[in-house]
């Protein structure tokens, strides 16, 4: 139900929930298919669109169903690339922010989970406010569908990387990805599709379990079990032993590659110590790190290094037979980065 107008909404629907519904209005089956495609393929926003219904079909449903739309606050445009991050308006008057790439290859959005986080790592803007709400599915995919709207352009690479934990809103997130995936819709390739988690054991069982062949990101930051709890509290409840446990399982079941993000903390988390625990950690798993260089967040100031650290922290995990790629970054010039999306819009009217 839409919180405002207490109306269905009709994009938060899957199609088996869509056919359910017209066959309880006595209409034919088919009928869920057309509006289905219609809602992930022509990106509608409004019943009187739906072109293949007559009129008076449009009007009846329009009765007491609708559409959950987003409007867009502000949009900046990096300076630097195509980048280009979206402070989206909730009907709730929340904001949320997503964040569109380009790269050669494809099309990217990374996109929000929630409203503000609990997750509570010390480096992260999007915790600073606190956590409000989750997302719903329908806000979940309107963020893809306002931007290709607003662009005109499609949407190829999805990156659940925004703000909020994509596990601590499970259900809808599965929800959403079957949705945006489904072969009668948008039709997202489900290997363009990455969660990222703080490392909540119970969401990788889960999705261990769903044999969704989604990519899973975790962010690890720390491979000592006391210094990662120091900088994420997460940790605490999702200590390291276990996690990796999770991941062998995950595995041993869903065969996949799993990356692991690392906000290299120069100093901190970068020294022949913490290269051995990375590679213990990833011993027996099919591990890919991507390092991270951190972004400035005004909460967390810290020594960023010199324009060595990376390099020699990433030769120092080759010659411990690791695979590593360093994160580039992208819109920089309008907080568009990793780890610096909040929902405080106060933060851009200054
Ligand atoms: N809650 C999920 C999704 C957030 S993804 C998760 O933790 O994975 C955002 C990624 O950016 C995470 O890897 C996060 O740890 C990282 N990040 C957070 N703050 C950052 C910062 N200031 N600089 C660089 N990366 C940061």
Redesign the pocket.
Same mark, same amino acid.
Request: aromatic share 4%; hydrophobic share 40%.
């Given at each position: 139900m839409c919180a405002m107008s207490n109306k269905l909404e009709l994009n938060g629907m899957t199609l088996q929930e869509l056919e359910n519904l017209f066959l309880s209005l006595d209409e034919k089956k088919f009928r869920a298919k057309q509006l289905f495609g219609f809602i992930h393929k022509n990106l509608v926003t409004n019943l009187q669109d739906v072109t293949v219904f007559s009129k008076e079909l449009r009007e009846s449903l329009a009765q007491f169903a609708d559409f959950y739309t987003l409007e867009i606050e502000k949009r900046l445009d990096s300076k630097l690339d195509a980048t280009k991050k979206y402070l989206l308006r909730l009907k709730d008057g929340n904001i949320i922010e997503a964040v569109y790439m380009e790269s050669y290859a494809n099309n990217t959005i990374?996109i929000s989970?929630q409203v503000g986080?609990r *997750?509570g790592?010390e480096?992260?803007?999007?915790t600073k406010n606190g956590f409000i709400r989750n997302l719903s599915v329908a806000e979940l995919l309107e963020q893809i569908y306002t931007v290709e709207r607003d662009l005109d352009k499609r949407i190829d690479n999805i +990156?659940? *990387?925004?703000?909020?934990?994509?596990f601590?809103n499970y259900t809808n997130v599965m929800k959403f990805i079957r949705l945006i995936n489904h072969e009668d819709g948008h039709n997202t390739g489900i290997r363009n599709i990455t969660v990222?988690?703080?490392?909540i054991i119970s969401g990788i069982k889960k999705l261990t379990d769903s044999k969704l062949q989604v990519n899973l990101?975790?962010?690890l930051?720390n491979p000592i079990q006391e210094e990662r709890e120091q900088i *994420?509290p997460i940790a605490k409840a999702n200590p390291l032993s276990e996690l990796r446990e999770a991941l062998k399982e995950y595995q041993r079941t869903l065969n996949r590659r799993i990356s692991f993000?690392y +906000?290299v903390l120069p100093g901190e988390n970068d020294s022949m110590e913490h290269v051995k625990g990375i590679r213990n950690l990833a011993q027996g798993l099919d591990v890919h790190l991507n390092l991270?260089?951190?972004?400035?967040?005004a909460e967390?100031q810290r020594a960023r290094g010199d324009e060595r650290s990376i390099p020699t922290f990433k030769e120092k995990l080759e010659r411990f037979g690791l695979a590593v790629t360093v994160r580039r970054k992208q819109g920089i010039d309008i907080e568009a980065?990793?780890?610096?999306l909040r929902n405080k819009y106060e933060a851009y009217t200054r």
């Open positions: 990374c989970t986080c *997750m790592c480096f992260c803007a999007s +990156v659940l *990387m925004g703000i909020g934990e994509p601590d990222s988690t703080s490392g990101a975790i962010s930051h *994420m993000e +906000v991270i260089p951190l972004n400035p967040i967390y980065a990793c780890g610096q």
